[in-house]
């Protein structure tokens, strides 16, 4: 009969343990959402700007119509 009493004392536990992992697991997936829609905003509008000062700042050095042009 004790072992009855364990047994809704840890499931009752066991049930506030699983819900705290829950608002864990929603926190994570919702800052990894956030995470990637902003490094995707990043990604697109700075990738163009990056190879042109990477371009800028190799050897020969270029002009900016030569690194925009397709020849």
């Known amino acids: 009969m004790a072992s009855k009493g364990k047994g809704k004392t840890s ?3 066991s049930s506030k343990g ?5 608002a864990v697991a929603q926190f ?3 800052w990894g959402t ?6 995707r905003v990043v990604t697109y509008y700075g990738f163009i ?5 990477i371009g800028m700042n ?3 050095k270029p002009q900016l119509y030569q ?3 397709p020849f």
């Open 18 to 22: 699983s819900e705290e992992r829950s």
């Open 49 to 53: 700007p990056m190879v042109i000062i």
């Open 11 to 13: 499931k009752g536990s």
């Open 28 to 30: 994570v997936k919702e």
């Open 58 to 60: 190799s050897e020969p």
């Open 67 to 69: 690194l925009l042009s």
């Open 34 to 39: 956030w995470t990637m829609q902003k490094t």
